[in-house]
């Protein structure tokens, strides 16, 4: 039986990490993600690996540049503001082709904000944040579990694409205490596979080089798309959701994190008053389940969207929709969490009392 354990969304993130194969850690304090650096320093020395508490997230972000131009699996943890910083590096390391893990413990913001959970940096998330032609796949956690398991995922796909990946989880995933099964068995990093652009020194080997750009005529357009076509095949391979009730649904909730947790909770005391409600919750919000939206987007003429925000992921449903459907939404920004009677009340409005 899988060993169990009652942990912080934070620290079960820390666990997952380790146990994803990942023995090189940097990055700089910032609440409400301040439990991952300190336990991480606890863990990382247990597991032989580096740890380092940088002087600032720029300086965080480049060492992992330079972790995973060397081949290892690489990870840094902030909170928004931090992950502002971490842009140029961000976009750099998706510009050299680098797979490394980043991981945003989501507050309120803009600017400096407040410490409260939000969802405030969809768009900054999933339309690259940074400068120039990129994105990073974007996986979306609603629990210590998938925080545990999440890392391992992020890790594969970014190896796989050779492309950064992100973790998008909200101030109170990272803070609240559940049961966390460990699913899988640690990961030996000696015994993964040997990156083929990694610089581990030549030895007799050809040299390879790592950068973001090339500045011969041409050859950065070529880039370009070269990294478009990969972007379309994550597009095509690795659109990840869930579905709850959706297939006698007048009504479907697109939420994720938190607000899909809320959702669901609504979705139930919707389906006790006979009101007619699904759930879609995105796994991935890039590359964002647009196909499976626009499938029942042909049946399903309104959808509502639940968000910690002011409505960031609604461009995404309704182009996904492609304007078949009516969007409705729900948000509560700047630290607000949704609560299930809010959203019930809000279903009523739009369904006017069942159907």
């Not at 990055?27 to 940088?54: A, D, H, K, W």
């Not at 694409?161 to 640690?186: C, H, K, S, W």
Request: charged letters at 25%; hydrophobic letters at 40%.
């Amino acid at each position: 039986m899988a060993e169990k354990r009652l942990m912080y969304g934070n620290h079960a993130l820390v666990e997952g990490i380790i146990y994803a194969g990942c023995r090189f850690f940097a990055g700089y304090p910032i609440t409400p993600q301040n439990e991952v650096p300190e336990y991480m320093s606890i863990r990382m020395n247990e597991v032989g690996g580096v740890f380092l508490q940088t002087e600032s997230e720029i300086a965080a972000i480049n060492m992992l540049f330079g972790a995973g131009a060397a081949g290892v699996r690489a990870t840094t943890s902030s909170s928004s503001p931090g992950i502002s910083l971490m842009q140029e590096g961000i976009s750099y390391i998706a510009g050299a082709d680098i797979p490394v893990l980043v991981i945003n413990i989501v507050r309120g913001g803009p600017g400096l904000g407040n410490i409260a959970p939000a969802q405030s940096d969809y768009y900054q998330a999933t339309k690259g944040g940074g400068h120039g032609d990129y994105f990073t796949i974007t996986l979306a956690p609603n629990s210590a579990q998938e925080l545990f398991e999440f890392p391992k995922l992020a890790f594969e796909l970014a190896e796989k694409y050779r492309n950064p990946a992100l973790i998008l989880a909200d101030g109170l995933l990272g803070q609240m205490m559940e049961p966390v099964e460990f699913t899988f068995e640690p990961i030996d990093p000696g015994k993964l596979p040997e990156k083929d652009y990694a610089l581990t020194g030549c030895r007799g080997r050809p040299r390879r080089v790592v950068r973001s750009y090339d500045l011969r005529p041409g050859k950065l357009e070529e880039l370009n798309w070269k990294r478009y076509k990969k972007y379309q095949e994550i597009i095509k391979n690795e659109q990840r959701y869930e579905t709850f009730n959706d297939k006698d649904a007048g009504l479907i909730i697109i939420a994720y994190g938190t607000c899909a947790r809320v959702a669901s909770a609504a979705m139930k005391m919707a389906r006790d008053k006979n009101l007619k409600v699904g759930l879609l919750r995105p796994i991935t919000l890039w590359p964002f389940p647009k196909d499976k939206v626009a499938q029942l987007s042909e049946r399903i003429k309104d959808f509502l969207v639940v968000e910690m925000n002011c409505g960031q992921m609604i461009d995404d449903v309704r182009m996904a929709t492609q304007f078949r459907s009516r969007i409705h939404f729900l948000g509560r920004p700047g630290g607000g969490v949704p609560t299930p009677p809010e959203v019930l009340k809000k279903i009523e409005e739009i369904m006017g009392g069942g159907r």
